[in-house]
């Protein structure tokens, strides 16, 4: 089962910034999106790119600070996060899906916010 590679996670300060990558080997998508899992909570979407050159969308718990990059050429995508804070303790996951419906996710980084 092909899974997607993420990396950037980790311990950051409140109020300073996060980068997360994601690498679909060998995987032509065509929707990219990040989803973060709490503590004790469910599932949260993060982000979407339904396609290339569409808007993103954004979930509530991005807040305007959440930025997606998406690099099909490349085969990876990406998840910025400016001025975080503890509630944005989580694993993250990535997740694509490609134009015959087929989905597949990363195994999650955790990003932890404390001081």
């Known amino acids: 089962q092909v899974q997607l590679v993420e990396s950037g996670g980790g311990l950051v300060r409140p109020g300073e910034v996060a980068r997360l990558s994601c690498v679909a080997p060998?995987?032509?998508?065509?929707?990219v999106a990040w989803y973060r899992q709490p503590p004790g909570k469910q599932r949260e979407l993060c982000a979407q790119?339904?396609?290339?050159?569409?808007?993103?969308r954004y979930g509530a718990v991005a807040k305007g600070r959440f930025t997606l990059a998406r690099d099909d050429d490349g085969g990876r995508a990406s998840l910025r996060m400016d001025n975080l804070g503890p509630d944005d303790t989580a694993v993250y996951y990535c997740?694509?899906?490609?134009?015959?419906?087929?989905?597949?996710w990363g195994q999650g980084t955790q990003v932890t916010v404390a001081s």
């Open positions: 997740q694509v899906i490609t134009d015959d419906g087929q989905e597949y």
């Open positions: 060998g995987i032509t998508f065509r929707t």
């Open positions: 790119s339904q396609q290339r050159g569409a808007r993103t």
